[in-house]
């Protein structure tokens, strides 16, 4: 099966005719070993040597990978400080600082970071910026997670700080006892116990 593109073939050493598209490195055209350059690119091979078989397709594997960590979660709102300052008193989480201007404030909740953005920095960082959440209708589609041995009383604690009520705490087969609230600034948060 062919989708276009650049092609090229080669004879190997065992008869078979090798039919490389673009994307497939030089070094591998030339019959180097595989940890030399091949990379994504779709390669067919067929025999001279014996019959006719139905055609392969096969993706190259690439050399190169990388891990990553999660950094931050940021979160965008009309107002970065008051968030911030909200989740500091509300939920006793920690601020590490509030950028100049007040477009962005994060909080030092460990490796990953909990941070909130202006709406307008969205713009700043890309064409159209990011759907704002709202207060009505289905939350966003990503979820902020706090994790507390008491659920209840967090959620208590979120409701009476201006947290809408999404789901009042629940034990989950798996063992864990949840709550779902959207807060004041249309995010959608889970309160949780530890798995």
């Not at 969205?122 to 990503?142: E, L, M, S, W």
């Not at 659920?151 to 999404?166: E, Q």
Request: with cysteine.
């Amino acid at each position: 099966m062919y989708w276009g593109g650049d092609v090229r073939s080669k004879v190997s050493a065992s008869g078979c005719r090798h039919v490389l598209t673009a994307g497939v490195s030089a070094g591998a055209a030339r019959g180097s070993s595989a940890s030399a350059g091949w990379r994504a690119g779709v390669v067919v091979a067929v025999s001279y040597k014996t019959a006719r078989a139905p055609s392969a397709t096969i993706r190259a594997m690439t050399d190169q990978s990388i891990t990553m960590s999660l950094g931050w979660v940021i979160v965008y709102v009309d107002d970065p400080a008051a968030a911030a300052e909200f989740y500091v008193r509300t939920f006793g989480l920690t601020s590490e600082f509030v950028g100049p201007g007040g477009t962005y404030a994060q909080l030092d909740t460990g490796p990953t970071k909990l941070a909130f953005a202006a709406y307008t920095l969205g713009g700043d960082n890309f064409p159209g910026g990011v759907r704002r959440a709202g207060a009505d209708g289905p939350p966003p589609n990503v979820e902020v997670v706090l994790v507390h041995e008491d659920v209840d009383a967090a959620y208590g604690i979120a409701l009476d700080a201006g947290c809408a009520s999404l789901a009042a705490p629940d034990d989950k087969p798996h063992g864990q006892r949840v709550a779902f609230v959207r807060d004041p600034f249309g995010t959608l948060l889970e309160l949780a116990t530890p798995l």
